[in-house]
């Protein structure tokens, strides 16, 4: 079972790229996707709803809100062209 999901940070949306079995796949898998290195995304742990925003050079991106809870009503997920 897989731990991770990974989103691209898209113009206020999250477009889903991939799942990942640990924390450091998850990074792996963010910089064989990114276009630059300032480009943005979104980890979301599976099992503790736990999210951290990075860019793909590895930094942190300051959240725009204090909880670590992800919020599932304003998030719009796309995964195989769908938003749901």
């Not at 910089?31 to 979104?42: G, I, M, P, R, Y």
């Amino acid at each position: 079972m897989h731990a991770f999901d990974v989103f691209r940070v898209e113009s206020g949306s999250f477009l889903w790229i991939g799942c990942a079995d640990s924390l450091q796949a998850a990074r792996e898998l963010i910089k064989s996707q990114a276009a630059n290195a300032s480009e943005e995304f979104l980890i979301l742990n599976d099992q503790t709803r736990e999210k951290v925003t990075v860019r793909a050079d590895g930094s942190a991106v300051p959240s725009k809100e204090p909880l670590k809870v992800l919020d599932e009503r304003t998030l719009r997920w796309k995964r195989n062209g769908m938003y749901w």
